[in-house]
């Protein structure tokens, strides 16, 4: 073991870096947990401020403020950041970045590091404890092996992400390729209201959740930005046998987030689970009639077209956003032949399988990383 401030310093660079082409690094740039970036951003050394800080590639870059988002950047070019970060610079003879960069992105260190932030609105851990804090030392060679077999573990996570991701696009794709675009309708469909394909529109309970209830219980957070249900940080809750039929969700049921915030408001997806479970007042449960399958109308709210027509009807509304059940079943959809449809939905039914496989492999991986993270920082 080493105290870090032993081994490593709070050290800026002055290296030289183009006046008219800098790399400006803020946090929103980068990725939680993983510390990838998400965009480069260049600047003119005349939209530099004074609450920035230089680094090259001798740094490792970490994120003082908010430690449980686990910034950590291992530059691969020189540039400046906001002063959140601090630009830390391994003593190279006994620790190498990227084995520090690993163990500060450990389940250990961040749970660390959480719990010695000061400030309950912008928490932050502060310079001085963090070189206080010890780092398991290993040998050279084993800080490199050591990082070698996170990154290999880290590109996997990486890789089946995309996956997903790709398997998400080319859902979109076939969407359009088989039922066009819902504005113009160039195959010329029938047209509608989402009222005319709904069987059944309900809204959650606002019963709050309980320790050891009897029904799982799905909130906004469930439902993903890409359509998905996510079935992490459940929680539970009783209702009475009188409220069953009015809150309880089945499979097939369409599932739309009506209020929070406006970026939020619209978050559609299909349930597609055996299990019944019961949502929560701010989710409209859509149950659809015989002339829609419930992935076509979840892919239509979730398309550019959906997304855009929901974010026009947030445009007048003050403070937090709602859009009610009538509301909802107001928009405009093509209603193509349920034979295509049918098609749509199997070939969602096949993606989703391959997701799940997909999915199964990276919750290994995971489950890989944060053992061998416990195995060689504790």
């Keep these: 073991m080493a105290r870090l401030g032993d081994i490593c310093t709070i050290s800026s660079s002055n290296a030289p870096i183009p006046d008219n082409r800098i790399w400006l690094l803020n946090l929103d740039m980068v990725e939680q947990q993983t510390g990838s970036i998400i965009s480069y ?9 004074s609450s920035i800080i230089q680094f090259d590639t001798d740094n ?14 291992i530059p691969d070019r020189s540039g400046f950041a ?24 450990s389940d250990s260190f961040v749970s660390w590091a ?10 932050r851990l502060g310079t001085k404890v963090l070189l206080d804090k010890e780092i398991p030392l290993p040998s050279l060679e084993e800080q490199r092996r050591i990082s070698t077999v996170l990154d290999k573990v880290s590109d996997l996570i990486v890789k089946r992400r995309s996956q997903l991701d790709k398997l ?14 819902q504005y113009t309708n160039p195959k010329g469909w029938e047209t509608g209201t ?4 709904v069987s059944e529109v309900k809204y959650g309970t606002s019963r709050p959740a309980v320790e050891g209830g009897a029904y799982k219980y799905l909130r906004m957070g469930n439902i993903t930005f890409d359509g998905h249900l996510d079935l992490n940080d459940l929680k539970y809750i009783d209702i009475p046998e009188s409220e069953i039929e009015k809150c309880i969700v089945k499979k097939g049921d369409v599932l739309f987030n009506r209020t929070n915030s406006k970026e939020l408001v619209g978050k559609t997806c299909v349930f ?11 989710i409209i449960r859509v149950r659809v009639n015989k002339r829609v399958f419930p992935d076509y109308l ?6 550019q077209y959906g997304k855009r027509t929901l974010a026009d009807m947030c445009k007048a509304i003050v403070g937090q956003a709602n859009i009610n059940a009538q509301e909802l079943q107001s928009i405009a959809i093509l209603i193509p032949p349920i034979e295509l449809q049918r098609q749509f939905s199997q070939f969602v039914s096949q993606v989703n399988k391959l997701a799940s496989n997909i999915n199964c492999g990276l919750d290994k991986l995971e489950i890989l990383k944060k053992a061998l993270m416990q195995q060689y920082f504790g």
């Design 41 to 49: 951003n260049y600047v003119g050394n005349d939209d530099l401020n």
């Design 60 to 73: 490792v870059l970490y994120s003082k403020l908010r430690p449980n988002l686990n910034k950590v950047v």
């Design 82 to 105: 906001t002063s959140e970060m601090l630009p830390l610079k391994p003593n190279a003879s006994v620790l190498c970045r990227e084995y520090l960069a690993a163990y500060l992105r």
């Design 114 to 123: 959480v719990s010695k932030t000061a400030g309950a609105k912008m928490p």
């Design 168 to 181: 998400d696009l080319l859902v979109k794709a076939r969407f359009g390729e088989m039922f066009g675009d």
């Design 194 to 197: 989402i009222r005319d394909v």
């Design 272 to 282: 597609d689970i055996d299990e019944p479970m019961v949502i929560a007042g701010y």
């Design 298 to 303: 979840s892919a239509v709210l979730n398309s």
